[in-house]
């Protein structure tokens, strides 16, 4: 009993930043285009966009706690916050060991560049598949809703994750 309630702590604490960074990873990887770049400059991309990601969204809360508060602070108290709400928002960046895991098989020579890309996306629907049904199940729904629900936060991930890739048609074509 006390597994399953240190399980849910753990899940309500980190899913929704898991499932966050999921999507976020997915619409990059759908940005990046067609052909997908050589599998270093995939890796460093995520990298650096998931890092920029993490960092606006910690300042963005940051700066509007502070205004919210009419608080003016110092510049190391400043570095302080910030450094806090980066630390808080870590578990985003847990969805790039996926494609850390195949992008580096593939660099290896274990895995082609077109297998590389699919696993990646794939298991990334897996993991928005997953957390859609654990919060579903941790919240008392029966199988069969969180099945659905499942299906529902998967189906939304990969449509917000089109979405990138639509706007980027749409810009192509605009030119």
Not at 162 to 172: E, G, N, P, R, T
């Amino acid at each position: 009993m006390e597994l399953q309630e240190d399980t849910a702590a753990f899940l309500s604490r980190v899913s929704g930043k898991l499932v966050y960074g999921a999507i976020v990873l997915e619409a990059l990887l759908g940005a990046l285009g067609d052909p997908l770049p050589g599998s270093p400059i995939v890796l460093v991309s995520l990298m650096l966009s998931m890092a920029v990601v993490v960092i606006a969204g910690a300042y963005s809360d940051w700066v509007g706690e502070h205004m919210e508060k009419r608080v003016l602070t110092s510049w190391g108290d400043r570095l302080r916050g910030l450094d806090s709400a980066v630390r808080s928002r870590g578990w985003i960046l847990a969805p790039l060991l996926v494609p850390g895991t195949f992008f580096g098989l593939e660099i290896i020579g274990l895995l082609s560049h077109t297998g590389a890309y699919a696993l990646t996306r794939v298991v990334l629907l897996g993991v928005l598949f997953f957390f859609g049904f654990a919060a579903a199940r941790l919240s008392g729904a029966g199988v069969l809703g969180s099945v659905l629900s499942a299906v529902v936060v998967t189906l939304l991930g990969y449509i917000v994750a089109q979405a990138k890739i639509l706007a980027k048609l749409v810009q192509a074509l605009g030119k």
